[in-house]
C-alpha cells in the first residue's frame, strides 16, 4: 500500500495510522506495520529517565519503532542519543544512533550493523548511555547560557560529548575567550533553575525576539511550541534535552574561537 499523504494524519500526536496495513519509510528504507502510532516521547516530561519499556510497533533496515522511547533523535544541532534494547531473554540490542522518522511524531532507534531486530509487538527495556546524554545535557544548557553572554544572532551550532559550538554573526573584534569564558561561568555558578515552558504558535509569531537563531526555525504547526526558561538569564525556543539547574554543568572552558566565513565567528567550548 502507498504511503498516506501527510493530510491523513491526526494532529498533534495521535495515532498516525487507524488499524490497517501501512509502509513506513525511515532512513529510505520501508517496514511494514499493521498500526504505526506516534512515539511518546518520554524525555520531554524527564530527561533523567535512564531506563523504560517499550513496545516494538516496527522494524527494518531503517531502524526500530517503539511506542515510547527515552531516546533524543537527532535534531537541533544536539546528536541523536545511543544506548541499547534489552530483550526479555537478556540480549542486548546496540542502538548506535537515534533519528527522527520519516513521518511526523515518530523515532527511528538506528542499530548496530549485523544487530538481530526485535519483533513488531516484542516488549523491550531501553537503557541509555547515561553518560553520553548527561554531558550532552550539559553543553546543550551552557550553549543556552554562553549565548546571552555573547550578545549576537547565532548563524548556526553543534553539540557532541567532548565539545559543543555556537556560531555568531558579530566583529571578530567584540569575541574575547577569557571574557565569554568568566562571563559564561559566573552565570552558570548562580544555580539557576531550569524549567520548561509552552507557548501557542500565535505567541510565537507576537514575541519574534525569542527567536535568536538565524539558521535554524522553531517547529510550527502542531499549536505550541517548548521553550527553555533559564529565570533572569534565558528563553528561547528549543526541543532538546537540558539539567535541571545550570550547577549541574560545573563550569566551562573556551576551546578557540575562529572565523568561518563573513558572517560566522566560531565560539567552540568544552566542560570544565
Known amino acids: 500500500?502507498?504511503?498516506?499523504?501527510?493530510?491523513?494524519?491526526?494532529?498533534?500526536?495521535?495515532?498516525?495510522?487507524?488499524?490497517?496495513?501501512?509502509?513506513?519509510?525511515?532512513?529510505?528504507?520501508?517496514?511494514?506495520?499493521?498500526?504505526?502510532?506516534?512515539?511518546?516521547?518520554?524525555?520531554?516530561?524527564?530527561?533523567?529517565?535512564r531506563t523504560a519499556t517499550a513496545g516494538v510497533v516496527a522494524a527494518g533496515d531503517g531502524g526500530v519503532l517503539l511506542d515510547r522511547t527515552i531516546f533524543y533523535p537527532l535534531g537541533g544541532g544536539q546528536p541523536g542519543d545511543t544506548g541499547c534494547l534489552v530483550r526479555e531473554n537478556g540480549a542486548r540490542i546496540a542502538v548506535a544512533d537515534t533519528r527522527k522518522g520519516a513521518d511526523p511524531g515518530t523515532v527511528a532507534h538506528i542499530l548496530a550493523a549485523g544487530s538481530v531486530l526485535p519483533a513488531p509487538g516484542e516488549r523491550l527495556t531501553l537503557e541509555l548511555d547515561w553518560?553520553?546524554?548527561?554531558?550532552?545535557?550539559?553543553?546543550?544548557?551552557?550553549?543556552?547560557?554562553?549565548?546571552?553572554?555573547?550578545?549576537?544572532?547565532?548563524?548556526?551550532?553543534?553539540?557532541?560529548?567532548?565539545?559543543?559550538?555556537?556560531?555568531?554573526?558579530?566583529?571578530?573584534?567584540?569575541?574575547?575567550?577569557?571574557?565569554?569564558?568568566?562571563?559564561?561561568?559566573?552565570?552558570?555558578?548562580?544555580?539557576?533553575?531550569?524549567?520548561?515552558?509552552?507557548?501557542?504558535?500565535?505567541e510565537l509569531e507576537a514575541r519574534p525576539e525569542l527567536v535568536r537563531t538565524m539558521s535554524v526555525q522553531?517547529?510550527?504547526?502542531?499549536?505550541?511550541?517548548?521553550?527553555?526558561?533559564?529565570?533572569?538569564?534565558?528563553?528561547?525556543?528549543?526541543?532538546?534535552?537540558?539539567?535541571?539547574?545550570?550547577?549541574?554543568?560545573?563550569?566551562?572552558?573556551?576551546?578557540?574561537i575562529r572565523s568561518e566565513g563573513r558572517k560566522n565567528r566560531r565560539v567552540e567550548i568544552a566542560l570544565a
Open 131 to 202: 553518560d553520553r546524554r548527561y554531558r550532552l545535557m550539559r553543553l546543550h544548557t551552557a550553549l543556552h547560557v554562553m549565548s546571552c553572554v555573547v550578545v549576537a544572532p547565532v548563524t548556526g551550532g553543534n553539540i557532541a560529548p567532548d565539545k559543543a559550538r555556537l556560531d555568531f554573526d558579530i566583529d571578530m573584534n567584540l569575541l574575547n575567550a577569557e571574557r565569554i569564558e568568566q562571563g559564561t561561568n559566573e552565570l552558570i555558578g548562580r544555580g539557576i533553575a531550569t524549567e520548561t515552558v509552552w507557548i501557542t504558535d500565535a
Open 1 to 49: 500500500m502507498a504511503r498516506r499523504g501527510r493530510s491523513d494524519y491526526l494532529a498533534q500526536s495521535l495515532l498516525l495510522y487507524q488499524g490497517e496495513a501501512s509502509e513506513y519509510a525511515a532512513g529510505g528504507v520501508r517496514m511494514a506495520s499493521a498500526a504505526l502510532m506516534a512515539t511518546e516521547l518520554l524525555f520531554r516530561d524527564d530527561a533523567y529517565l
Open 218 to 256: 522553531p517547529p510550527r504547526g502542531a499549536g505550541r511550541v517548548r521553550l527553555l526558561n533559564i529565570p533572569g538569564i534565558d528563553l528561547q525556543p528549543c526541543g532538546g534535552t537540558h539539567v535541571a539547574n545550570t550547577a549541574e554543568i560545573g563550569g566551562i572552558r573556551v576551546l578557540r
